[in-house]
């Protein structure tokens, strides 16, 4: 019977990444929508990180009393719980700030790092259950129900989700639109806004892109299915408008193609120099050509003939970026958690949208927090380089692109676009060397 109990403990963490992967994206429409009928809109919000900060903290202690914790996972989670402690310190050190940016903000910070411990634990723990081909059978499955819902969304009545509990008093938007302009709609799905669904299509995209790297390996089904399934996420990824996205899905895929086709496109460009330079300044002047159409810069600069205020999208970005790196060099050693980024909304007297994950770090916790942050996401990227695994492209290549993203927007304070990397970047730790993914399936086998 004990043995049978603590067979079940250990896949408790299993399901729960599981459980989060599948749920996060749709975490917005169930909230909104179930809220309609049981009442208690932040009960519904709080729910997902009360689970995961439970589920983390009992994954870290079976990870421990199993003994499978290596030095990668406490390394992982001694920073993780710097990070935290860090965020309550700074809290403490500004008794002043609005206490519900506060929590929410520190909420949103520390759960980045908590998902990849819980990835990492869950896969210590039951290491067989986490093959690649399964994991990305998960990530694939949900993001295209996402995409379609995405597409039907497109050609739907655009106030349709205001019959789901979707409004601005209840802390969501029903509609997005370029500007505001009704002729240029956009798309986000179930997730909180467009942009978020962008970047979370990121991951998605890069896995299926690498699968179609080796598609002549496949049969003539899979075939058309890798494709058609890649030609869904490509126009959803579209229909969002989401510059900063479409940056990152181009610095994304130039890595993946650059990776598996380095050496052929040294010798094409030492063989073919003088015609791969004439194509690129053809390119450039086409670009040139059109940039004062009127079509183009509603789509790719967010300009329209509706378009009302002193600046335009592009200046409130800067402008943005500018005060909160100005704010840090005033004081580097932070404001506290919730002053700056999605959280400081909160806050009736006025919030700082940084448009800048990194800015907004620096800007809450300081220098310190902001080189402590860099630190666990360079420490994480070497990691899974090392590893000898099929995660090591995909994932990699999807981090640059959200390393764009974050320079532009608040990218990882969305729950499902940080559960779906964070999560399987945590699994990738503990796919390889190979040597060791086996030691571990050989542990398992023998418990």
Same mark, same amino acid.
């Given at each position: 019977?004990?043995?049978?109990?603590?067979?079940?403990?250990?896949k408790?963490?299993?399901?729960?990444?599981?459980?989060? %992967? +599948?749920? %996060?994206? @749709?975490h917005?429409?169930?909230?909104?929508?179930?809220?309609?009928?049981?009442?208690?809109?932040?009960?519904?919000?709080?729910?997902?990180d +009360?689970?995961l900060? =439970?589920?983390?903290?009992?994954?870290?202690?079976?990870?421990? &009393?199993?003994?499978?914790?290596? *030095?990668?996972?406490?390394?992982?989670?001694?920073?993780?719980?710097? $990070?935290?402690?860090?965020?309550?310190?700074?809290?403490?050190?500004?008794?002043?700030? $609005?206490?519900?940016?506060?929590?929410?903000?520190?909420?949103?910070?520390?759960?980045? !790092?908590?998902?990849?411990?819980?990835?990492?634990?869950?896969?210590?723990?039951?290491?067989?259950?986490?093959?690649?081909?399964?994991?990305?059978?998960?990530?694939?499955? +949900?993001?295209? =129900?996402v995409?379609?819902?995405?597409?039907?969304? $497109?050609?739907?009545?655009?106030?349709?989700?205001?019959?789901?509990?979707?409004?601005?008093?209840?802390? +969501?938007?029903?509609?997005?639109?370029?500007?505001?302009?009704?002729? @240029?709609?956009?798309?986000?799905?179930?997730?909180?806004?467009?942009?978020?669904?962008?970047a979370?299509?990121?991951?998605p995209?890069? !896995?299926l892109?690498?699968?179609?790297?080796?598609?002549?390996?496949?049969?003539? *089904?899979?075939?058309?299915?890798?494709?058609?399934?890649?030609?869904?996420?490509?126009?959803?990824?579209?229909?969002?408008?989401?510059?900063?996205?479409?940056?990152?899905a181009?610095?994304?895929?130039?890595?993946?193609?650059? &990776?598996?086709?380095?050496?052929?496109?040294?010798?094409?460009?030492? *063989?073919?120099?003088? =015609?791969?330079?004439?194509?690129?300044?053809?390119?450039?002047?086409?670009l040139?050509?059109?940039?004062?159409?009127?079509?183009?810069?509603?789509?790719?600069?967010?300009?329209?003939?509706?378009?009302?205020?002193?600046?335009?999208?592009?200046?409130?970005?800067?402008?943005?970026?500018?005060?909160?790196?100005?704010?840090?060099?005033?004081?580097?050693?932070?404001?506290?958690?919730?002053?700056?980024?999605?959280?400081?909304?909160?806050?009736?007297?006025?919030?700082?949208?940084?448009?800048?994950?990194?800015?907004?770090?620096? $800007?809450?916790?300081?220098?310190?927090?902001?080189?402590?942050?860099?630190?666990?996401?360079?420490?994480?990227?070497?990691?899974?380089?090392?590893? *000898?695994?099929?995660?090591?492209?995909?994932?990699?290549?999807?981090?640059?692109a959200?390393?764009? %993203?974050?320079?532009?927007?608040?990218?990882?304070?969305?729950?499902?676009?940080?559960?779906?990397?964070?999560?399987?970047?945590?699994?990738?730790? %503990?796919?390889?060397?190979?040597?060791?993914?086996?030691?571990?399936?050989?542990?398992?086998?023998?418990?």
């Amino acid at each position: 019977m004990q043995q049978l109990i603590l067979q079940t403990a250990r896949k408790i963490p299993y399901w729960g990444v599981i459980a989060l %992967m +599948v749920y %996060m994206p @749709f975490h917005v429409f169930i909230a909104q929508s179930a809220s309609l009928a049981t009442g208690g809109l932040e009960a519904w919000k709080i729910g997902k990180d +009360v689970f995961l900060a =439970v589920l983390t903290v009992f994954t870290i202690c079976l990870v421990l &009393w199993k003994k499978r914790a290596g *030095r990668a996972f406490a390394v992982l989670v001694t920073v993780t719980a710097v $990070y935290a402690l860090l965020h309550l310190v700074e809290w403490w050190l500004h008794p002043h700030i $609005y206490d519900r940016s506060a929590v929410i903000g520190t909420i949103y910070n520390v759960r980045v !790092l908590c998902f990849a411990v819980l990835g990492y634990g869950a896969a210590l723990l039951t290491p067989y259950k986490f093959a690649f081909r399964s994991i990305t059978k998960v990530v694939i499955a +949900v993001s295209t =129900v996402v995409v379609l819902l995405g597409l039907l969304q $497109y050609v739907l009545p655009k106030d349709i989700l205001t019959h789901f509990g979707y409004s601005l008093d209840r802390g +969501v938007r029903p509609n997005f639109f370029i500007d505001d302009n009704p002729a @240029f709609p956009r798309i986000m799905a179930t997730l909180r806004d467009p942009n978020s669904l962008a970047a979370y299509l990121l991951l998605p995209l890069a !896995l299926l892109a690498t699968r179609l790297m080796h598609i002549r390996d496949y049969g003539r *089904r899979r075939q058309i299915l890798l494709v058609g399934l890649f030609a869904a996420h490509a126009v959803a990824l579209y229909l969002t408008f989401a510059r900063s996205a479409w940056l990152g899905a181009a610095v994304m895929f130039g890595v993946i193609v650059w &990776w598996q086709f380095s050496s052929q496109f040294v010798h094409i460009f030492r *063989r073919w120099w003088p =015609v791969c330079i004439v194509l690129i300044l053809l390119a450039g002047a086409a670009l040139f050509t059109q940039r004062h159409n009127a079509a183009l810069d509603g789509i790719l600069t967010h300009s329209t003939s509706a378009q009302v205020g002193q600046y335009d999208s592009n200046e409130y970005h800067w402008l943005y970026v500018k005060r909160g790196i100005e704010g840090i060099w005033h004081n580097p050693l932070g404001h506290g958690p919730g002053t700056a980024g999605l959280a400081s909304i909160q806050d009736p007297h006025g919030g700082l949208l940084t448009e800048n994950y990194y800015v907004q770090i620096g $800007y809450e916790l300081g220098v310190a927090g902001l080189a402590l942050f860099i630190g666990v996401q360079a420490w994480l990227y070497m990691q899974v380089m090392r590893r *000898r695994n099929e995660w090591k492209m995909p994932l990699l290549a999807a981090f640059w692109a959200y390393v764009v %993203m974050n320079m532009l927007l608040h990218t990882w304070s969305n729950e499902a676009v940080a559960a779906q990397w964070w999560l399987v970047a945590g699994i990738a730790l %503990m796919q390889a060397p190979a040597h060791k993914a086996k030691d571990h399936l050989r542990s398992a086998a023998a418990d």
